[in-house]
């Protein structure tokens, strides 16, 4: 398995554009985490979800982000409108079937640029 | 939901010595402690883990500790080399939205100096 995938690596946007990252996750892999990374904050949950049902997106910070599960090996995280202030490496992770506490596999990240 | 504090944010040592990273956690019912290496521009990776029911665990230079009547955990590297510089995140998993979810420290920036 080529691990989980994002796309893309770098995305620079302008100030009121929408963004959308994308996320494989591992096959067979139940639960998919949106993480984001900035100096600050470390890294900070977004949304979690679970067989593709979102469980807790309370780490979302404004109704700007949303992110969706349509099937088992993708999801997408868009941000609408974008703000300079969303400027963070975006991680997606995925856990192996029924073990929501075990080892986190992390994509490469996307970094993410607003300006 | 749980509370993850790291310290310190920033480690400096030279090549040989020890380096601590400390962690403590607000969940009592957290049961799983990883501690992942983030090389400069790399993805976060699973370099150690500890669960609940056991209070030391080795891997060659690293070892991790957990206290969970005082509710820390803590990371060890001896003998460090250059080639462990890197960001570490240690992560208790709690449950949040009826699963165990990891809750991430917030990082510390080790700096082994040749």
């Known amino acids: 398995d080529a691990g989980v995938i994002q796309s893309p690596r770098h995305e620079v946007t302008e100030m009121g554009q929408e963004v959308t990252l994308r996320c494989k996750p591992i096959s067979g892999h139940d639960y998919l985490f949106w993480y984001r990374q900035t100096m600050m904050r470390g890294l900070e949950l977004l949304i979690y979800?679970?067989?593709?049902?979102?469980?807790?997106d309370s780490g979302m910070p404004e109704d700007r982000f949303s992110a969706k599960m349509p099937n088992a090996s993708f999801s997408t995280l868009k941000i609408q409108p974008s703000e300079p202030r969303d400027s963070a490496v975006y991680f997606c992770?995925?856990?192996?079937?029924?073990?929501?506490?075990?080892?986190?596999?992390f994509g490469q990240g996307t970094r993410l640029t607003v300006v | 939901g749980e509370n993850v504090e790291q310290h310190p944010s920033t480690l400096s040592v030279q090549e040989g010595d020890s380096a601590v990273i400390k962690c403590t956690y607000s969940?009592?019912?957290?049961?799983?402690f990883p501690w992942y290496k983030q090389e400069l521009g790399k993805r976060p990776q699973l370099i150690i883990d500890?669960?609940?029911?056991?209070g030391e665990k080795k891997d060659q230079r690293i070892a991790v500790t957990l206290n969970k009547t005082a509710k820390h955990f803590s990371l060890h590297i001896t003998e460090t080399q250059p080639e462990d510089s890197a960001v570490y995140f240690c992560a208790a998993s709690g449950v949040r939205g009826g699963s165990y979810i990891p809750t991430f420290g917030r990082g510390t920036s080790l700096i082994v100096h040749p």
């Open positions: 969940d009592s019912a957290s049961n799983y």
């Open positions: 500890i669960r609940s029911n056991v």
């Open positions: 979800f679970n067989n593709n049902v979102p469980i807790d």
């Open positions: 992770a995925s856990t192996p079937q029924g073990k929501g506490n075990t080892e986190a596999f």
